[in-house]
């Protein structure tokens, strides 16, 4: 399995100059991929631009979307942006796409929150279309529902689960998997895992935590708990996904502090 990180493009805090001073220290670290989060009604740097601003100061590491929220965007303008920074990155990209859930973002956005499924599954059929099969960034679609393991066996490479513990993740693999097989696609999907982490900082990472995700309510408060905090907590958790035969975990930090980089690869070495 191989371990990411997250570009802090939704933490408080995280200035221009530090997001490509972040990119930069990533691409030097163990890490294999550098990913982003979506909100759109969020003091926020906007995923696809923060990922094409990396593309420039980087050169290994790959670079990912998990996720972007597909039906906030117009299909053929998403298509453009993510062969331009397939482009600009080399081929370095994985799109992760999936539906979101803040209705605060449909609403900016004027997208009618009822109908974003079959909006997504359209955007996903379109975007197939749109690219040159030889030039195609990897495709993640996320979700947890019939519906979104549909989608994904239909149009994509792969499956991003939206986090929680070792066994949340093998449950939505194995739903990921059956979806698979009913629709006869050889091999399997790649797996795409994602935590939240900040070594050091323990209040200001679950402050950060409990504000992005307020609109679900006491939930907040489950996620705040479940931040990693702790080299062992860290190693446990790398661990355990890997046992259910995750391929990318994404650790994210909720603390825009570039020694968060240094700390976790020491934690990961």
């Known amino acids: 399995m ?26 030097e670290g ?31 590491i790959r670079l990912a979307t998990m996720i972007v929220i597909a039906p906030l965007r117009n299909g053929a303008l998403l298509a453009k942006e993510a062969a331009t920074v397939a482009s600009l990155s080399g081929g370095r990209l994985t799109l992760g796409l999936g539906l979101g859930a803040r209705h605060d973002d449909y609403d900016a956005a004027g997208v009618d929150h009822k109908t974003r499924g079959r909006r997504f599954s359209r955007q996903l059929a379109e975007l197939r279309d749109a690219w040159d ?50 629709l006869g696609r050889p091999g399997r999907p790649r797996l795409w895992g994602q935590a939240y982490f900040a070594l050091g900082d323990e209040a200001a990472g679950a402050d950060y935590l409990r504000d992005y995700y307020a609109f679900t309510g006491p939930f907040a408060e489950k996620v705040a708990a479940a931040n990693l905090t702790s080299p062992r907590a860290i190693r446990d958790f790398v661990r355990g996904y890997a046992d259910e035969g995750c391929d990318e975990l994404v650790l994210l930090p909720t603390v825009a502090s570039l020694d968060q980089l240094d700390r976790l690869a020491e934690v990961l070495a």
């Open 30 to 60: 163990p890490f294999s991929s550098l990913a982003v989060l979506d909100r759109l009604v969020y003091p926020s740097h906007e995923p696809m631009t923060s990922l094409a601003a990396a593309a420039g100061v980087t050169d290994r």
């Open 2 to 27: 191989n371990v990411d990180v997250g570009l802090p493009n939704t933490t408080p805090g995280a200035s221009g100059e530090l997001m490509l001073d972040w990119a930069r220290r990533a691409d």
């Open 133 to 182: 099969a030889a030039a195609a960034p990897e495709l993640l679609v996320g979700g947890n529902s019939g519906p979104a393991f549909e989608r994904m066996a239909r149009y994509a490479d792969g499956y991003a689960h939206g986090g929680g513990p070792p066994r949340a993740f093998a449950s939505a693999a194995t739903k990921a998997a059956a979806a698979w097989r009913d």
